[in-house]
């Protein structure tokens, strides 16, 4: 029988699992990292990622996680960035999985194929509504919720992927809601509100999720980990003490698991502006003020900024206890590779030089096929990036 004939099964390499990463790290000197990716919207914004890949793998990251567009959009290429980053980079991948109008068996063929090829990380999500509807529902045939996607899989699956679920430590943006003041929010809803400004600095609104939305938030969480999440990547911050509080929250509720901090790479002040606008994320003043005092500098000078309160945000969560820092650094390198730097952290084979004008912001058009120069963020409105959107 010749060799293309022979029925002897492929062994197939499994990916480490992050989960026992993780649990492997504990008490370990070094700090972890990991990156997050998104499927770009053309070939050549995919090429661009390789190259991005290419040039941050040295620096040795824990993983790096690729996200699912809203109702499976780009379910073949997130399939094929995962698999890649493996067989091109040796990297760990972790692979968003969503259920936003999917069919029971979209999921299914989905965990099927990562399988068959050794993708052993999930992140399961329940995802945003497509483009053009304001509200997610789920559809005939469907899941209902991340819980559902997590059960899902340890029944069918047992314990052969490692699942992720995502945190949210001011609360589901789906919960936060307008109030008229902070007159009669509690201590814990003070230290989650989040301050609207206009342009000026003048405040023009106050968002919060209040405490009884807050308790269910957890219980939630509670519900997807003893389903069988190993880990939890939390939605973007920019205080330290939110997270601090949301750790000491889940660990009061009996949520063991690791809780990775999510820290959003801001690279130009508008697409600052629409993250915050968009997850109504609480924004220090200092933070405000710093950002507002750059409205006239070009993105350069938002980067450089975006690098020094990055690493002194990552100081601040490591200090607090958190193993490792989890990067949303939007297909961009020169952020996340100056925080990681500045941090101490990554490969000491690596010459770390991205404070300094190295490298060229890329712009749309390399990565989605725009004729403008415009921030990545924008391009994350129909995935599901737990750190820009409200994926449950």
């Not at 070939?43 to 040039?55: D, F």
Request: hydrophobic fraction near 40%; aromatic fraction near 10%; proline fraction near 4%.
């Amino acid at each position: 029988m010749s060799a293309l004939a022979t029925t002897e099964p492929v062994e197939v390499m499994e990916d480490d699992r992050i989960g026992e990463l993780l649990e492997q790290r504990k008490g370990h000197p070094t700090p972890w990292f990991s990156f997050e990716f998104f499927p770009p919207k053309t070939p050549e914004g995919v090429e661009k990622l390789y190259e991005r890949l290419a040039e941050m793998a040295p620096y040795n990251p824990l993983f790096v996680d690729f996200t699912w567009g809203a109702g499976g959009s780009t379910a073949e290429l997130t399939l094929e960035l995962t698999i890649e980053a493996r067989r091109r980079f040796g990297l760990i991948a972790n692979m968003h999985l969503t259920c936003t109008n999917m069919p029971t068996e979209k999921v299914v063929d989905a965990l099927k194929s990562a399988k068959d090829v050794g993708i052993t990380n999930i992140l399961a999500l329940r995802g945003d509504p497509p483009v053009g509807q304001e509200r997610w529902e789920p559809i005939e045939g469907g899941f209902s919720s991340a819980l559902d996607l997590v059960a899902y899989i340890r029944k069918h699956h047992d314990t052969f992927f490692s699942v992720g679920v995502a945190g949210y430590p001011e609360g589901h943006p789906n919960r936060i809601q307008q109030v008229d003041s902070l007159e009669g929010l509690s201590k814990a809803e003070l230290g989650r509100v989040a301050v609207e400004r206009a342009e000026d600095g003048t405040v023009t609104g106050y968002y919060v999720c209040r405490d009884n939305d807050f308790v269910q938030e957890i219980d939630y969480l509670k519900a997807k980990v003893d389903a069988g999440a190993d880990f939890v990547i939390t939605q973007m911050f920019f205080d330290a003490e939110v997270y601090v509080a949301f750790v000491k929250t889940c660990r009061s509720a009996g949520i063991t698991v690791p809780i990775l901090p999510g820290i959003m790479c801001f690279n130009t002040l508008q697409g600052f502006k629409r993250m915050v606008a968009f997850c109504r994320t609480r924004v220090p003043e200092k933070l405000w003020m710093d950002m507002m005092a750059l409205s006239k500098s070009d993105d350069d000078e938002v980067r450089r900024y975006g690098i020094d309160f990055g690493v002194r945000l990552g100081q601040e969560l490591l200090r607090a206890g958190s193993s490792g820092l989890h990067f949303y650094c939007l297909n961009l390198s020169r952020v996340a590779l100056g925080i990681v730097s500045g941090l101490g952290l990554g490969s000491q084979s690596v010459d770390a030089t991205y404070t300094n004008e190295k490298v060229e912001f890329e712009t749309e058009k390399a990565m989605n096929g725009s004729d403008k120069v415009k921030s990545k963020e924008k391009a994350l409105s129909n995935h599901d990036h737990v750190g820009a959107v409200a994926s449950s």
